[in-house]
């Protein structure tokens, strides 16, 4: 008999169109959040420390969006569960005096009214 190894559901790693998508939607968010910083540097008055922060937040973040959008999950997961798995358990003792399975035979006889039916 031929045992077929496939991986438990739970243990598959995310499927490549769903991560390229979660990629590029935090991309997007962080970009987003990039120009929200540049619009903040050049429109809020009057200039501070904040100023600063806005515009090194600006400069850095579409590093940090490149980074993050072409960084791939990692490979190396868990090795997968396979559900033909057999848990090892202690076998109990078996019971010498009963070796001989109980069988129970039914046998069906007809009713003097079930002709009519």
Known sequence: MKH?????VTSLPQAP???????????WITMGIR?????????????GWYTWVFAIA???LPYIAVVFANAVSPTATSPAESPVQQLTTSTPAENPAQTDPTVITIQ?????????K
């Open 4 to 8: 077929s190894h496939a991986p438990a």
């Open 17 to 27: 169109r769903d991560e390229a998508s979660a990629r590029v939607r935090n991309y």
């Open 35 to 47: 120009m929200a910083c540049f619009a903040l540097t050049v429109l809020v008055t009057p200039y």
């Open 58 to 60: 600006a400069a850095i």
């Open 108 to 116: 069906e006889r007809q009713t003097p009214g079930d002709d009519e």
